[in-house]
């Protein structure tokens, strides 16, 4: 059975107790969008008291520490987010890889601290403008996807792309729907030279500037499983119009 479109929110560092209003308005319609599969990464702050606000949406940390536990201070491991009520974990988003030198090496030790914790993982790989005018885009991603994506039976079902070119996060500028297929194309052929017929049903999402605007142009592209969204996932009104975009209908 084909997957469902993932629409996946990324709350960033933005977030306190009076947004939860959103999640549950946002909960309140993927539970009429049946279609479509909804979460949210909010904050680590917000994660435990969204998952006990929804029913319906996955809840997930946006990031974990390599190690289950020790003197990291300020850091948060993956046990701690499951513990919370996070189902999954975004790892290796850009911000993470520009802000906190976080490597390949090191995203794929947290998306395997991650999986050991019992949490599905949202990997995030991108090119930057530069990488991109430089003709380099996929061979970019393609490498990030080599050192990122940890291996072993059984992982693929846990594992989700996000491919989000550096230069469209939180800009307003998004790629054309045909270098979104090609660099989606180029994706699915790697995860099935990685996990055999098993990358066939990896999901690979979308990132960067999707809205209500562009969200079904976006996930029209071959091989977009769904979208993994920033600034417009913070208000129920914005989101839910991407989850609709995506074939869901939230109305009463
Ligand atoms: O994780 C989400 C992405 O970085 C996209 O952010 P954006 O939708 O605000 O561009």
Same mark, same amino acid.
């Not at 996946?8 to 107790?17: A, D, L, P, S, Y």
């Not at 990031?63 to 189902?87: E, F, N, R, W």
């Given at each position: 059975?084909?997957?469902? @479109?993932?629409?996946?929110?990324?709350?960033?560092?933005?977030?306190?107790?009076? &947004?939860?209003?959103?999640?549950?308005?946002?909960?309140?319609?993927?539970?009429?969008?049946?279609? #479509?599969?909804?979460?949210?990464? @909010?904050?680590?702050? &917000?994660?435990?008291?969204? $998952?006990? !606000?929804? *029913?319906?949406?996955?809840?997930?940390?946006?990031?974990?520490?390599? *190690?289950?536990?020790?003197?990291?201070?300020?850091?948060?491991?993956?046990?701690?987010?499951? +513990?919370?009520?996070?189902?999954?974990?975004?790892?290796?988003?850009?911000?993470?890889?520009?802000?906190?030198?976080?490597?390949?090496?090191? #995203? &794929?030790?947290? $998306?395997?601290?991650?999986? =050991?914790?019992?949490?599905?993982?949202?990997?995030?790989?991108?090119?930057?403008? $530069?990488?991109?005018?430089?003709?380099?885009?996929?061979?970019?991603?393609?490498?990030?996807? *080599?050192?990122?994506?940890?291996?072993?039976?059984?992982?693929?079902?846990?594992?989700? #792309? =996000?491919?989000?070119?550096?230069?469209?996060?939180?800009?307003?500028?998004?790629?054309?729907?045909? +270098?979104?297929? $090609?660099?989606?194309? !180029?994706?699915?052929?790697?995860?099935?030279?990685?996990?055999?017929?098993?990358?066939?049903?990896? *999901?690979?999402?979308?990132?960067?500037?999707?809205? !209500?605007?562009?969200?079904?142009? &976006?996930?029209?592209? +071959?091989?977009?499983?769904?979208?993994?969204?920033?600034?417009?996932?913070?208000?129920?009104?914005?989101?839910?119009?991407?989850?609709?975009?995506?074939?869901?209908?939230?109305?009463?």
């Amino acid at each position: 059975m084909a997957n469902r @479109p993932y629409i996946v929110g990324n709350w960033k560092m933005n977030g306190t107790r009076a &947004l939860l209003a959103e999640a549950r308005a946002i909960d309140r319609g993927a539970a009429r969008a049946a279609g #479509v599969r909804v979460a949210i990464a @909010p904050p680590f702050t &917000l994660i435990n008291p969204m $998952a006990d !606000a929804v *029913q319906e949406i996955g809840v997930g940390g946006q990031d974990c520490h390599v *190690q289950p536990s020790g003197a990291y201070t300020g850091d948060i491991s993956a046990p701690m987010l499951k +513990d919370a009520g996070a189902s999954f974990t975004i790892v290796g988003h850009s911000e993470r890889r520009a802000m906190h030198g976080e490597s390949d090496a090191v #995203v &794929l030790a947290k $998306a395997g601290a991650a999986l =050991a914790a019992g949490l599905d993982v949202i990997i995030c790989v991108g090119e930057t403008e $530069a990488e991109r005018d430089a003709g380099q885009a996929e061979s970019v991603v393609c490498a990030q996807l *080599q050192g990122s994506l940890p291996t072993g039976e059984d992982v693929a079902a846990k594992v989700t #792309v =996000a491919y989000e070119p550096v230069w469209a996060i939180g800009t307003g500028r998004v790629p054309s729907v045909d +270098d979104v297929s $090609a660099m989606h194309r !180029a994706i699915r052929d790697r995860l099935v030279a990685i996990y055999g017929e098993d990358g066939a049903g990896v *999901q690979i999402l979308y990132g960067g500037s999707v809205n !209500a605007g562009n969200a079904a142009e &976006l996930l029209s592209a +071959d091989e977009v499983g769904g979208a993994l969204v920033g600034g417009a996932s913070l208000t129920a009104e914005s989101f839910l119009a991407i989850v609709v975009a995506a074939g869901g209908s939230v109305s009463e």
